[in-house]
DNA sequence: ATATTAACTGAACCAGCGTTCAGATCAATG
DNA sequence: CATTGATCTGAACGCTGGTTCAGTTAATAT
């Protein structure tokens, strides 16, 4: 027997990025087989190069469009001049972008290593863009007067560091609603760039 | 041929671990092979057997000796009793252990699920030893009103992710020393934490 | 000088890898 | 109903992986 009842390519073409994403994000990128991932969208594996030139083009495509994606959506974001209302626009932004997709997320920045030279390039490229963003957000504050920080730099790797590292333990079902966590993180973020609580 | 001129266990056992780890921390543990560890030792691959059962006690022993250490020296340690002094003592050892093992500290929180679970477990214990550390000093403050923070969980998880990131970027050579690094933490430090700066 | 042993080689084992492809099957088209 | 083309199978390819081990060598002890 060969081709399945009901078999679709619109099907499994986001079931295979889905499961490739899932494995990837449980086993690393390098301990996961094209055999495992064809299992487990129901198909043997050679099926999987209808879809994909090769292994690492699946990773590629799963990193490479979170990134852009990410950087489109903040594209979309109407953010307020003032740079205190501008930080917790970001901050919310952040954490509920990272939230949603917390494999993909996950897999950014634990298989970079795993990426041809190339293909590292063109993530590197959109995240330093991102991290621009976060360092020019910082400066406008500080040049205005509203943050005070010891340095600029330091302070946006800490802030994208401290907001970043929330995938690592939040969980839907635990102690804090995401939007509790968005008001806490939203008032840590403040402390941390010395916005003055009388502004 | 076989046993090479000079050959010495004592010389050829922590190269192994040091090469394992340089590689480890360069390609993941699941993309670097037996073969091109034994090959930057100077050695046939089988001759690794002598020192360790697998690869698998290969990354445990690095993992496992690294949170030890990290644990041992925090013990040794003379905290103040000042939560601020506290504070400040707890950046800069965390700073300056994690800035001397780059690679060590690297490997610890990317390769954890590369381990069995067994093996996780034991490194799972020793890391939120540590974690309740930073948490118990934290609460510590806000008890005494030295501290003031939105959320004392997520405080501590936010300073460990800001401290620890600091290796994503650190170089010895770059724009900070170390010891500037460390002033300049400590003020962030503070600040995220809520200290009064008139106390 | 001889015997002993720790340290290592070199070759092999087998399982599993990513990838390819001829052929089978089904859905859609006319 | 016959044909076509997209979709998938199943088996194979060459290679490399971790691991084992009989045998070789060099250092040490006698």
């Not at 993530?123 to 020019?136: L, N």
């Not at 994208?160 to 079902?173: I, M, P, Q, S």
């Amino acid at each position: 027997m060969a081709r399945k009842t009901g078999s679709h390519s619109e099907i499994t073409g986001p079931k295979i990025k889905q499961s490739a994403l899932e494995l990837f994000a449980r086993y690393g990128f390098a301990a996961v087989t094209m055999r495992q991932i064809a299992a487990r969208v129901g198909v043997q594996a050679g099926a999987i190069y209808n879809y994909t030139p090769d292994k690492q083009a699946l990773l590629f495509d799963l990193l490479h469009g979170n990134m852009a994606d990410l950087l489109t959506r903040w594209g979309e974001e109407q953010v307020p001049s003032n740079p205190v209302a501008a930080l917790d626009h970001f901050v919310a932004f952040h954490l509920d972008f990272h939230i949603q997709r917390p494999q993909l997320v996950f897999i950014s920045y634990m298989e970079l290593r795993n990426l041809t030279e190339e293909n590292f390039k063109a993530i590197e490229e959109k995240r330093s863009r991102y991290e621009k963003i976060v360092y020019d957000m910082i400066l406008k504050g500080v040049r205005s007067g509203d943050f005070q920080v010891p340095d600029a730099k330091i302070t946006s790797f800490a802030l994208l560091a401290t907001l970043t590292g929330v995938v690592n333990w939040f969980r839907e079902d635990g102690r804090l609603s995401s939007e509790e966590l968005t008001r806490q993180y939203c008032a840590l973020a403040r402390q941390t760039l010395g916005v003055n609580a009388l502004a």
